[in-house]
Every structure is written in structure tokens, then in C-alpha cells.
């Protein structure tokens, strides 16, 4: 067997395993998704309850794809955490695999339960609010948004793994500070353009700030991917700097680990 | 290593074939493992002075043969452990798996071995066959060869076909560990670490392992390291051991040799007990102060 295809099994190894792990949780999955679908409708009805079909839709956008790149998120940025928390991760990492098969593993894992957890939201959303027209959207420009953004959620999602690995206990609760900072500066709800201007600054260095704002002009004016061109570089540029970087961080944060002793010490 | 003839007469069914390999591959082929004066220490929190954990360790197992590491809690045997298995790295020194340097050649060395620790650690609400076959896929293996082979361990350990899809959790700590112990064979290790597996099980289960554990050594072409608390045990299933204190070697030779030496010293019969007290100044049940027990995790 060539190399590379032992690699692709491994990260095979990891989503089987995340699958394995989704399926023995599906009580609390259910309860999740009941949760995320709940919420979607809820933020969306305070559009309805305007009487702006405008509204409406800016907010399901936001609500629907911000569950997406949350979900992403929070995928990889748990593949060292929940290892950690089962005590696993030496074994992990003493296994005969290259360090990026077992991250492709995670992020395959998590952009497929991202795209079925959020195709749940939407059909339930599109069935509830019959009014909605797409008539005049653009699908080309939400498919190309949310896979570019896929990247760089990729990118910043190693970058949060890598936390648990440099502090034992802190790293987790960093990483879900990232993801709500996230949640604030990149205009999931409202225009960013109400912020603060030092969070201004924060909302352009955000990949969400430019996925949601494709998406809403794909979906609501039906602008073409090649209008949008100025959401469309940040976040090339973001994809092809942060997910080599987080590779690289994380073969470091590793050797950092194991030079400090920080994988592990009990036993 | 005069261990071969020795460890023979421990076996109660000494393996013919196994001594006379054995004695071949001895002069010509590399050990097993090597460690060469190897150091490792940590630093917790900024103001404290560092810990040596392993202070100038040296250490070579021949093919085939069982070492054991005795040392009482916070002796250093897990850091020894963890540096072989590549989870810390070294501050000085060498260590070589079958003659791969386990820094330059990582990923050889990651294929010719597995650990067994002290705590079984799996995905807990995960079935074994789910947690193992993770491990299979991990090192490459064929699934469907990997899942027979995975039934038939735990089988002889004692774990039935109908207990592997139930998860883990619902396992007593003894079960767990043999599953641990499958998990680690199932990859054929040519070097098997094994860090305390018998330290916490109950009596029934503590047997089960020793036995399997004697048995891999007739069956299979393992090469052991074995950590420690129990004196029989190390006497038992040990080709030679190696005494750990605060991080250092301070005595190594065969079961039979230490005790012969000890007898010498004393002028009457002597056990391993009288060996560990006699070098280490302490009972092997006594716990060394740890550093700072606070910050684990
Ligand atoms: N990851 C670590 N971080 C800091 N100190 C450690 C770590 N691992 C071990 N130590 C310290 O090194 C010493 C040896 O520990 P260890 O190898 O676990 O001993 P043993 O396994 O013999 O009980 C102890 O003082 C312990 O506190
Ligand atoms: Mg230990």
C-alpha cells in the first residue's frame, strides 16, 4: 500500500470514529439539532414579526449559516479537546500517521455533519415560512460562498485545536471564547456597520463577515459570484494563509507538548 | 543477556524452538531497544526549580526478552515509558527501536511499537470492537482480518463476542484493561510497552494478565517493557530488571542475579523485596512526594 493511500485511511479512521461517536450521542444530537432549529426559527420570526420579508430572510441567513461554520468549527477545534477529555490522545499520537491525515479526517467529518445538520434547518425553515421567495436568488453564489468559507473555518478551526495542546485546561474554554468573539464581529445578525469601529476591525478579519455577506447577496439580490468579488479574495487569501499555517502551528504545538509534557502526565 | 537460560527455568513450559531462536538472533541482530543515557526533566510553573524525571538512563533489551522497571510512585518509569513511545521528547541522550532512532525515523519506530498504560484509555461510550477498530484502521490494517482478530484476543483474555459491542463504560477497570491490552496487540507491536497493566485489578484479572503476558512471550515474537509495582510479577515474568529511584538506575541485572546478590549481602535467603528495600531505601509501596500533585489534570 503506497503511503499516501494509508494515509487517507487513516483519516478515514478518524471520521468513521466521529461517526461512531455521533451515533452513540444521537439522543443529544437530536436534542441539538431540536435546539439549533429552534433557535434558527425563533431569530427568524422576529423578521416575520416586523412584517419585512427583508428581514426575514437577512436573519435566516445569518441564523442558517452561522450554524454551519459553527458547527465546522467546533468539529476540529475538539479533535485534540475531546481526545484529551477521554484520555486517548497519546495513543492518537502515537500512531504511525502523518499529523494532516488525522486533521483531513476531522474536517471531512465536520464540513459532512455541518452540511446535514444544516440542510435539517433549512427545509424546516423553508417549510415554515411558505412566503419566502427564491425566485430571483442566485444557488451558484451560496454553494461557492460556503465552500470558500468551508476553508478558512478549516484554517482557524486547527488553530483553535491546537489550544488544548498548549494549555491543558485553559485551551477548551479559549477555543469557545474564539467562537463567540466569532459570533459578535461578523455581522451574523446585523450589519457590521453599527459595530464600534475598533470591532469594525475585528468584523473584516473575520471569514464569516464575508461569507454571510455573499451568501445574503446571492440569495436576496441574486448577485453572481463575480460581482462579489470583494468577498471573494479575503477569503481565498484567508483559506490559502490559515489552513498551511495551522498545519504548521500544529506540528509545533506538538513538539511543544511533548518537550513540556503537556499531553499528558497521570499514570 | 544471561537471561535466556534463566528464563527458561522460570517458564513452567520452557519453548525449545523459542530458546534456540533466540540464542541466534542474540549476537547478530540489534536489540530490541537501546537507551543511551537519556535525561528528561520538567519544568512546572515558572518559579520551581525543574524536576529530573530521568536522570542518565541507559537500558538495552535483546529480542524475545522481558525487562522489567521497578520503582516506587514518581520514580520515573512512566517518563521512560512516554520518551520511548515518542510522547515526550528527549533532553539528551538516544533511544533506538530495532535500530531506528525514534527521533529520525518516527514513523518506523511508531509502526514497531504500542503501549499499554495504567489507565485504560478509551472512547468510553464506544464499544471495544469500535475503539479497536479505530486503532486497526489507524495502523493500517486489513478491517475484516483486524475485527476477527480483535474477537479472537479478547476471547482468550476472557471477553466474549457478545461483550464487544456494549460500550466500554459498563466495563469493571479489569475488563478495560484487557481490552487496552488488545488494543496494543492487535497492531503485532514488535516492542510492547506496557506501563503498570496490572496496577488496580482485581486479583482474578491481575492473573489473567500475567498469564497472557507469559504467554505472549512463548507465542509471539514480542519484545517487553514492563513497569511495575508487583515484585512477584516482575520476578515472574522478567528477564532482567532494572530499579529505578528518583529517576535514576540504581541497580539492574537478572531476577535470579539480584537475589543472589542480595542473599550474599545479608548471609541468608533474600527476596526482590530485600533488593528493592536494600537499594532504593524504601518499600516499593511507599509513595515519593510528588512534585506538585495540584496541576494534574
Ligand atoms: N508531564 C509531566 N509534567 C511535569 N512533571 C511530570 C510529568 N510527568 C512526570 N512528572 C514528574 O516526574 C517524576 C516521575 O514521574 P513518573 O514518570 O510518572 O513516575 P512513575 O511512573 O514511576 O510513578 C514525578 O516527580 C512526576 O511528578
Ligand atoms: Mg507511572
Known sequence: MTTFAHELKASYAFMERNFFLTRRYWGWEIAFLVYSVAGALSISLIGADQGSPRLLLLLMVGAIFWNYLSVVFSWIAETISVERWEGTLEYTMMAPIRRWSQLLGSVLYAMLYGLIHTAVILVVLILFFPQLDFTGANPLTVVAFMLLGSFSFVGIGMIAAILPLLYVERGAQMTFVLQSCLLLVSGVYYSIDILPGWMQVLSHLSPATYVLDGVRKGLIDGAPVTALLGDVWPLVVMGAVLIPFGLWAFGRAERYAKRTGKLKRVG | MTATVLGQQKIARPNALRGAGKAAAIDTAVPALLVEGVTKRFVVGRKRKPVVA????????????????????????????????????????????????????????????????????????????????????????????????????????????????????????????????????????????????????????????????????????????????????????????????????????????????????????????????????????????????????
Open chain 2, 54 to 297: 530521568i536522570s542518565n538512563v541507559s537500558l538495552r533489551l535483546e529480542r524475545g526478552d522481558i525487562v522489567g522497571i521497578l520503582g516506587a510512585n514518581g520514580s520515573g518509569k512512566s517518563t521512560l515509558i512516554r520518551l520511548v513511545s515518542g510522547l515526550l521528547t528527549l533532553d539528551s541522550g538516544r533511544v533506538s527501536v530495532f535500530g531506528f532512532d525514534i527521533e529520525r525515523d518516527e514513523l518506523e519506530v511508531k509502526r514497531l511499537i504500542n503501549r499499554v498504560s495504567v489507565d485504560a484509555a478509551f472512547f468510553k461510550k464506544l464499544s471495544p470492537m469500535e475503539n479497536l477498530l479505530f486503532a486497526a484502521r489507524l495502523y493500517g490494517l486489513d478491517v475484516a482480518g483486524a475485527k476477527r482478530e480483535a474477537v479472537a484476543i479478547l476471547g482468550r483474555l476472557g471477553i466474549g463476542e457478545k461483550r464487544v459491542g456494549r460500550p466500554i463504560e459498563q466495563m469493571s477497570r479489569g475488563m478495560q484493561q484487557k481490552v487496552a491490552i488488545a488494543r496494543a496487540l492487535l497492531t503485532s507491536p514488535a516492542l510492547l510497552l506496557l506501563d503498570e497493566p496490572t496496577t488496580g485489578l482485581d486479583p482474578r484479572s491481575k492473573l489473567d494478565v500475567q498469564t497472557f503476558i507469559e504467554e505472549l512471550r512463548e507465542t509471539h515474537d514480542a519484545s517487553i517493557v514492563l513497569t511495575t509495582h508487583d515484585l512477584d510479577e516482575a520476578e515472574r515474568l522478567c528477564d532482567s530488571i532494572t530499579v529505578l529511584a528518583g529517576g535514576r538506575t540504581v541497580v539492574e541485572d537478572t531476577p535470579a542475579g539480584l537475589i543472589a546478590a542480595e542473599a550474599r549481602r545479608m548471609g541468608r535467603p533474600a527476596t526482590l523485596h530485600d533488593v528493592f528495600m536494600t537499594h532504593t531505601g524504601r518499600s516499593l509501596d511507599d509513595d515519593v512526594e510528588e512534585g506538585e500533585a495540584d496541576d494534574i489534570e
